[in-house]
């Protein structure tokens, strides 16, 4: 089961043990507009997951940034 996320700090860090492949892997410190496209869609659709599972809350998937 996952756990509930509370911070923008433990939703980057799931997103990034899900997604070892991805360009701009957490602690290269490249801004959210600097990764690729795809890097973005796919934290868009994993923070669109947990907001709908219920292991994020609306404020939390509404102010998170990669």
Request: charged share 25%; net charge positive.
């Amino acid at each position: 089961m996952k756990q509930i996320y509370t911070t923008q700090a433990q939703v980057r860090r799931a997103f990034w043990e899900d997604h070892p492949n991805l360009e701009g892997r957490e602690g290269s410190r490249k801004p959210q507009n600097k990764c690729s496209t795809d890097t973005r869609s796919a934290f868009v659709d994993f923070v669109d997951t947990l907001h709908r599972q219920g292991f994020i809350s609306d404020a939390l998937a509404q102010r998170g940034t990669l």
